[in-house]
């Protein structure tokens, strides 16, 4: 499975940007898709995942009311949207699509796509 990110970039604090990651080369698919993030001299931590069909959603505290996730029902393309963006959100923003075969669970990530937001 090839997981591929993009839309990151430099933005000013309280600017917007789009994140997208696409999913390929598996005939499953992604059961549960999420974005990741890594910032300087920090743990990854999750900031949104949404399962197959986009029925349920969940978000990191810090980003609720400002990030929304979505996926194309049917594919494995995910989008993270990003408003009022802040200085703390600057970090390496990564895609996970987790596939089951059978009884166990296969994470496949992305390479990641740096977001950085000047104050």
């Known amino acids: 499975v090839h997981v591929v990110e993009s839309g990151g970039g430099l933005v000013q604090a309280g600017g917007s940007l789009r994140l997208s990651c696409a999913a390929s080369?598996?005939?499953?698919?992604?059961?549960?898709m999420g974005w990741y993030r890594q910032g300087p001299g920090k743990q990854r931590e999750l900031v949104a995942s949404?399962?197959?069909?986009?029925?349920?959603?969940t978000y990191a505290d810090s980003v609720k009311g400002r990030f929304t996730i979505s996926r194309d029902n049917g594919r494995n393309t995910m989008y993270l949207q990003m408003n009022s963006l802040k200085a703390e959100d600057t970090a390496v923003y990564y895609c996970?699509?987790?596939?089951?075969?059978?009884?166990?669970?296969?994470?496949?990530w992305g390479q990641g796509t740096q977001v950085t937001v000047s104050s």
């Open positions: 996970k699509c987790r596939t089951r075969r059978e009884i166990f669970d296969y994470d496949y």
């Open positions: 949404i399962t197959s069909g986009g029925g349920t959603t």
């Open positions: 080369g598996s005939t499953f698919s992604c059961n549960v």
